[in-house]
């Protein structure tokens, strides 16, 4: 049974974490016309199109892409709570409420993580290789997060240290969730 759940939160994972990259993408302006954008709309438009007809993006997000990673971490947590045996529910919630807010965690400690990773990549990429096809999305990703951090921490001996000072805000973020 571990397995098959593990597998299942593989899957379900990855999928959750393209949504998510994809709704991130389009609230933040990042241009999908790079590998990356094509990846993530590739793999994500047998859910989304078919739930935008009902769901519209409105005020500049995509609500679908966002509903599509919340519908995929609901069933694997609802599968999950579901499989356990004996689940101790505090200060009377219901068992649907418990498990909508764990998808609603997960999904927010999922967000983080990608957020995490995109800082990673570009503080690697600016010194590694700053003209790579993945520069430019991951710095249009992390920009409206390490603007406000540049704006109060300056560049010291032309090092940039705002990556460093959002991650370690966002895991501080991640320990509360």
Excluded: E, H
């Amino acid at each position: 049974m571990q397995a098959i759940v593990f597998l299942l939160d593989a899957v379900v994972s990855f999928f959750c974490t393209l949504f998510l990259l994809r709704f991130m993408m389009q609230a933040m302006r990042v241009s999908f016309a790079g590998q990356i954008g094509d990846f993530v709309v590739k793999l994500t438009n047998w859910a989304v199109k078919p739930l935008r007809r009902v769901i519209p993006g409105v005020g500049g997000f995509d609500w679908a892409s966002l509903i599509a990673a919340l519908a995929l971490q609901l069933l694997l947590t609802g599968i999950i709570v579901g499989a356990s045996i004996g689940l101790d529910i505090a200060d009377g919630l219901t068992i649907s409420t418990t498990i909508l807010l764990m998808a609603v965690r997960g999904l927010l400690r999922l967000a983080v993580y990608i957020l995490i990773g995109a800082l990673i990549l570009q503080a690697v990429l600016s010194w590694v290789n700053p003209y790579s096809p993945l520069s430019a999305p991951a710095y249009q990703l992390t920009r409206p997060l390490l603007d406000p951090i540049r704006r109060i921490l300056p560049t010291i001996s032309g090092i940039d240290l705002s990556p460093l000072v959002a991650i370690l805000l966002l895991q501080a973020a991640l320990m509360f969730l």
